[in-house]
């Protein structure tokens, strides 16, 4: 690989000689957002039980099942686990949001679900 093409931050690895660095556009969230066939999520903070919460609800708006835990991790692990999760950009958006969650409930700060 030529030197002015290796990443600054690469050091001490060998580089394939077809690697490429891939600029990424950024994501829309109405134009390029598309449902999970299988739920929905509401998530909130629950600071009397100091827990996050997650609710998982159909496209009826039937809440299905809740889910409560103190880490991210924990929740999603297990929503997976359960197969509520059927999109990888679900997956990806359910992580963002239960991290924020959790940082949210350790700082004392506000939670909001995008």
């Known amino acids: 690989m030529e030197e002015e093409k290796r990443p600054e931050w690469v050091k001490g690895k060998t580089i394939h000689e077809n690697f490429e660095m891939i600029d990424c556009p ?12 299988s ?16 609710g998982i609800c159909n496209y009826k708006h039937e809440l299905l099942k809740g889910y409560q835990g103190v880490r991210a991790q924990d929740i999603y692990y297990r929503l997976l686990k ?3 999760i059927k999109r990888l950009d679900h997956a990806a958006y359910l992580g963002k949001e239960l991290k924020k969650a959790e940082i949210a409930l350790a700082t004392g700060s506000d ?4």
């Open 26 to 37: 950024s994501f829309h969230p109405i134009k390029d957002f598309i449902m999970d066939d």
């Open 39 to 54: 739920c929905y999520l509401l998530i909130r903070i629950n600071r009397v039980d100091t827990k996050i919460e997650v």
């Open 82 to 84: 359960d197969g509520w």
């Open 111 to 114: 939670y909001y679900q995008e």
